[in-house]
């Protein structure tokens, strides 16, 4: 009975507590509303004093607690700034390659401008635009014809190397028929040009990448790395470019010749820019094709 | 000895009132001294329950840039809203806990607020939007706060319980007595 009646008694005067702390707490809000300035109340500066060794505490560990937190909750949002800096690294990356393949684009060039003045023709620089379509053959096509001042059989050439020779002509493209092409063939010299007797020609074996040189004397002496360059011979190549070097031979004797296998010096696979050389050969004499005994001054 | 239960809680809250914005702002909005606040109120004990509103609002308005004692206001205000229809409606199903607690943050933001315009302090956040995280935050972290102290509080609960089973058990013995007295 006397815990029922204290429940009464505390339900009866819930009230006027309330209204007293109520009243309180109106009291405290209205003084401190009062002081517009500063704010300063004494249990604002207890609460604060005895407060703060726990809150500097979280504060300290809010470095790597709210990281974490941070990282758990803001994980949608870390997965789509993930996917922003992927992207961001794809544009750099693709950038980055960019600048690669221009660096690379300006040696190729240099080196086919030091090209035209080690050799003194005149040239046409192309870049390759296709490659043969029926994968049958051995021939690219570049961006500069007849317009250009471009001919047939004009040779095709890189700063390593011969390409080949130019086999079909429009306006604006030609196609070049490729060095390593079983049809394509050259007048080469193992060695320098007046320095060697190892002379022969040079002709493709198609897919192995290879050439072939014949012909050369058993009696010469060819090793794996010697240079092979043109010697003008054929009426295409000018003199002294260079075809590539031997990769590997098979010595001869003297009444059988080298079988030599040479390297082109032009990475043909990686062909991106050519100069095609405006080198007309040297007209030779049309072969006389009368008898000896004929009388020429009295036709 | 509740009290010292009672003031435990209530000092456990509002450091954790205190700490956590430190942490990670939106914790700020968990409003951990209102849980223990209702959760008393829900006790039916007037007295504790206006006292802790009282200390708990006072405590976190002298840490916070807002008037001090509107806070203290709200939740006094909140626990006996809380008290006086605890006294008049059974709320001891733990469901009934989640409306309560809502209604609890909204009339607790409400009141605060209202003091801070009233007296020429209009809080910066705006109104509903900060009601509203304080609403979810309080009330979803509230429904298992106040099962941790209904563990806290266990030996009071579990004297709840058994009077209460003990009145259905005495109710059904009158209303069973009766028809075999006739």
Redesign the interface.
């Given at each position: 009975m006397a815990a029922i009646r204290t429940q009464k008694e505390i339900r009866q005067r819930a009230p006027i507590w309330l209204g007293i702390l109520l009243l309180t707490n109106l009291i405290v809000m209205t003084l401190d509303a009062r002081d517009s300035v500063t704010r300063q109340r004494l249990l604002r500066v207890w609460i604060q004093a005895l407060a703060s060794p726990a809150q500097s505490v979280t504060s300290g560990a809010s470095g790597a607690g709210s990281n974490l937190i941070r990282q758990i909750v803001n994980f949608r949002s870390t997965a789509q700034e993930n996917e922003v800096l992927k992207q961001q690294l794809a544009t750099a990356q693709l950038q980055l390659r960019n600048a690669e393949q221009a660096a690379a684009e300006n040696t190729r060039l240099q080196a086919l401008l030091n090209l035209k003045e080690q050799t003194g023709y005149e040239q046409v620089t192309a870049r390759v635009i296709a490659r043969d379509s029926s994968t049958w053959f051995n021939t690219i096509t570049i961006n500069r014809g007849s317009s250009a001042g471009i001919a047939l059989n004009m040779p095709v050439v890189t700063g390593t190397g011969i390409v080949g020779r130019v086999i079909a002509l429009s306006p604006w493209t030609a196609q070049v028929m490729m060095i390593t092409d079983e049809k394509a063939a050259a007048g080469a010299i193992v060695g320098q040009l007046g320095g060697s007797g190892a002379l022969g020609p040079v002709r493709g074996l198609g897919e192995s990448g290879l050439i072939e040189m014949r012909y050369v004397s058993g009696l010469e002496k060819v090793e794996v790395g010697d240079y092979i360059l043109t010697t003008g011979q054929d009426g295409i190549y000018p003199p002294g470019l260079t075809v590539g070097e031997v990769a590997q031979v098979k010595s001869g004797t003297a009444t059988q010749s080298h079988e030599i296998l040479i390297r082109p010096g032009a990475k043909l696979d990686q062909l991106e820019e050519v100069a095609v050389l405006l080198y007309h050969p040297p007209q030779r004499p049309a072969p006389d094709q009368t008898l000896p005994n004929v009388d020429k001054s009295k036709k | 000895m509740p009290q010292l239960k009672i003031a435990a809680a209530l000092a456990l809250a509002?450091?954790l009132q205190?700490?956590?914005g430190?942490?990670?702002f939106?914790?700020s909005y968990i409003d951990f001294p209102l849980m223990v606040v209702v959760y008393i109120a829900l006790q039916r004990h007037?007295?504790h329950a206006?006292?802790v509103?009282?200390i708990a609002?006072?405590?976190v308005d002298?840490?916070s840039?807002g008037?001090?004692?509107?806070g203290?206001?709200s939740k006094?205000?909140t626990a006996?809203l809380i008290?006086f229809a605890a006294?008049r409606v059974n709320l001891e199903n733990p469901l009934l806990r989640i409306p309560v607690l809502a209604a609890a943050s909204v009339i607790d933001s409400a009141i605060y607020v209202f003091?801070h315009r009233s007296?020429?302090?209009p809080p910066t956040r705006p109104f509903m939007q900060t009601m509203s995280y304080r609403l979810i935050a309080t009330t979803v972290v509230g429904t298992f706060a106040l099962y941790l102290l209904d563990s806290l509080f266990t030996e009071r609960a579990r004297q709840r319980r058994s009077f209460a089973s003990r009145r259905k058990g005495a109710r059904r013995g009158r209303g069973l007595s009766r028809p075999s007295r006739r």
């Open positions: - | 509002i450091i205190l700490c956590l430190n942490i990670w939106p914790l007037a007295w206006l006292i509103g009282t609002g006072l405590a002298a840490a840039r008037l001090i004692g509107a203290g206001f006094t205000l006996y008290y006294t003091w007296l020429g302090y």
